[in-house]
């Protein structure tokens, strides 16, 4: 129905009965536009048409009036000049036109306005699922990512399962991402190398992966769930965090599946994802992609449960005395993300903030 609209309402001359000539270069525009149709657009209003139009002007700066400089170039105008105008009147009417081809893209809703995707890893519970809350209230469309209780169920831990989440989150939001989290994580698993896996491959290869998605967002910006425990060891030329840097995978997993310490896995993955975030500041910030961790604390999830659960970690964690009184909540966290994310944050590059309730404070006082 969409098609036949447009190249009847593009053939006509204002509005009147198509000519063969306008018909031609109606069908010569739709030939060459890169977008395909959407067959349930409803192109019954001009003015929702034209409202349409304008929203995708604003998210885009896309100037309508390209036609204007490409009709004189058309094969088909070229070779009859007769056709030139019979066609010129329908294109004083081609905003209409123009606002159905834009649309085509399911970036907009039926009531035109421009819809925003947000991916979020770990997203069924904890933090995640608090960022994808918030995510949701700041009016994104949240692609999750987790095991379960998710739109794209992928398992982090193995490069196929990364590369399945990927591809999936591209084909949901049509290649236009506009916000990425990545907040999926380990703390307590083995063989150890499970904890390197998610926390560190599985966050920098979905931001790789998805540059190119990110890039074609609209005020795109990413955040890194990192940790507070991050520069609590010296782990700047340890071996297991040069591999990790080195994206050498097999490597990693000899080296800390040797050791057999779930604390070296998670402490060295997360002080490697906050190097490997500010070293892509240049190449992010070049595609006006902003690029940021943030650091919590010991904060209420399951994944802190999972420690305290565990003998051999209980009181590592239970003993912490933090400086504000309280441990974290997920929306303590959330609403940091959601800043950061936020027009509020469009300075922000390339940083590490940490939210911990003054613990790192406390502990490395000299430092920051």
Same mark, same amino acid.
């Given at each position: 129905?969409?098609?036949?609209?447009?190249?009847?309402?593009?053939?006509?001359?204002?509005?009147?009965?198509?000519?063969?000539?306008?018909?031609?270069?109606?069908?010569?525009?739709?030939?060459?536009?890169?977008?395909?149709?959407?067959?349930?657009?409803?192109?019954?209003?001009?003015?929702?048409?034209r409202a349409r139009s304008e929203a995708r002007k604003s998210r885009s700066g896309t100037n309508p009036d390209w036609y204007s400089g490409w009709l004189p170039t058309c094969p088909r105008v070229r070779s009859n000049?007769?056709?030139?105008?019979?066609?010129?009147?329908?294109?004083?009417?081609?905003?209409?036109?123009?606002?159905?081809?834009?649309?085509?893209?399911?970036?907009?809703?039926?009531?035109?306005?421009?819809?925003?995707?947000?991916?979020?890893?770990?997203?069924?519970? /904890?933090?995640?699922? &608090?960022?994808? !809350?918030? @995510?949701?209230?700041?009016?994104?469309?949240?692609?999750? %990512?987790? =095991?379960? $209780?998710?739109?794209?169920?992928?398992?982090?831990?193995?490069?196929?399962?990364?590369?399945?989440?990927?591809?999936?989150?591209?084909?949901?939001?049509?290649?236009?991402?506009?916000?990425?989290?990545?907040?999926? /994580?380990?703390?307590? &698993?083995?063989? !150890?190398? @499970?904890?390197?896996?998610?926390?560190?491959?599985?966050? %920098?290869? =979905?931001? $790789?992966?998805?540059?190119?998605?990110?890039?074609?967002?609209?005020?795109?910006?990413?955040?890194?769930?990192?940790?507070?425990?991050?520069?609590?060891?010296?782990?700047?030329?340890?071996?297991?965090?040069l591999a990790l840097l080195a994206h050498d995978e097999p490597e990693a997993v000899r080296i800390i599946d040797e050791l057999d310490s779930p604390v070296v896995a998670y402490l060295g993955s997360k002080h490697a994802?906050?190097?490997?975030?500010?070293?892509?500041?240049?190449?992010?910030?070049?595609?006006?992609?902003?690029?940021?961790?943030?650091?919590p604390g010991p904060v209420r999830t399951p994944l802190l449960q999972a420690t305290l659960d565990d003998p051999s970690t209980h009181d590592s964690v239970a003993n912490i005395d933090i400086p504000i009184g309280r441990?974290?909540?997920?929306?303590?966290?959330?609403?940091?993300?959601?800043?950061?994310?936020?027009?509020?944050?469009?300075?922000?590059?390339?940083?590490?903030?940490?939210?911990?309730?003054?613990?790192?404070?406390?502990?490395?006082?000299?430092?920051?």
């Amino acid at each position: 129905m969409a098609a036949g609209f447009v190249l009847w309402f593009a053939a006509s001359d204002f509005g009147g009965a198509p000519t063969v000539q306008a018909l031609r270069v109606a069908e010569e525009i739709a030939l060459n536009h890169e977008k395909p149709l959407r067959p349930d657009l409803d192109t019954s209003s001009f003015a929702g048409l034209r409202a349409r139009s304008e929203a995708r002007k604003s998210r885009s700066g896309t100037n309508p009036d390209w036609y204007s400089g490409w009709l004189p170039t058309c094969p088909r105008v070229r070779s009859n000049p007769a056709a030139h105008g019979a066609a010129e009147g329908a294109f004083n009417l081609a905003d209409a036109f123009v606002s159905v081809l834009a649309l085509s893209s399911p970036q907009f809703s039926d009531e035109g306005k421009s819809m925003r995707y947000a991916a979020v890893t770990g997203s069924a519970s /904890g933090i995640g699922a &608090a960022v994808r !809350a918030r @995510l949701e209230k700041d009016g994104f469309e949240v692609i999750g %990512v987790d =095991l379960r $209780d998710a739109e794209v169920i992928a398992d982090l831990s193995s490069p196929q399962g990364r590369q399945e989440a990927i591809g999936r989150i591209v084909e949901r939001c049509d290649g236009r991402l506009d916000r990425l989290v990545t907040s999926a /994580g380990l703390s307590n &698993a083995r063989p !150890a190398s @499970l904890i390197a896996a998610v926390n560190y491959f599985g966050s %920098v290869e =979905l931001m $790789d992966g998805l540059f190119d998605a990110l890039h074609e967002g609209m005020d795109p910006a990413v955040v890194a769930i990192v940790s507070n425990s991050a520069q609590m060891a010296p782990f700047e030329e340890h071996p297991f965090v040069l591999a990790l840097l080195a994206h050498d995978e097999p490597e990693a997993v000899r080296i800390i599946d040797e050791l057999d310490s779930p604390v070296v896995a998670y402490l060295g993955s997360k002080h490697a994802l906050g190097r490997a975030i500010r070293r892509r500041v240049r190449k992010w910030g070049d595609a006006r992609i902003r690029l940021n961790g943030v650091c919590p604390g010991p904060v209420r999830t399951p994944l802190l449960q999972a420690t305290l659960d565990d003998p051999s970690t209980h009181d590592s964690v239970a003993n912490i005395d933090i400086p504000i009184g309280r441990w974290g909540e997920p929306d303590d966290v959330a609403s940091l993300v959601g800043f950061m994310l936020g027009p509020e944050g469009a300075w922000i590059h390339g940083s590490i903030f940490y939210i911990d309730g003054g613990n790192d404070a406390e502990i490395r006082p000299d430092k920051y």
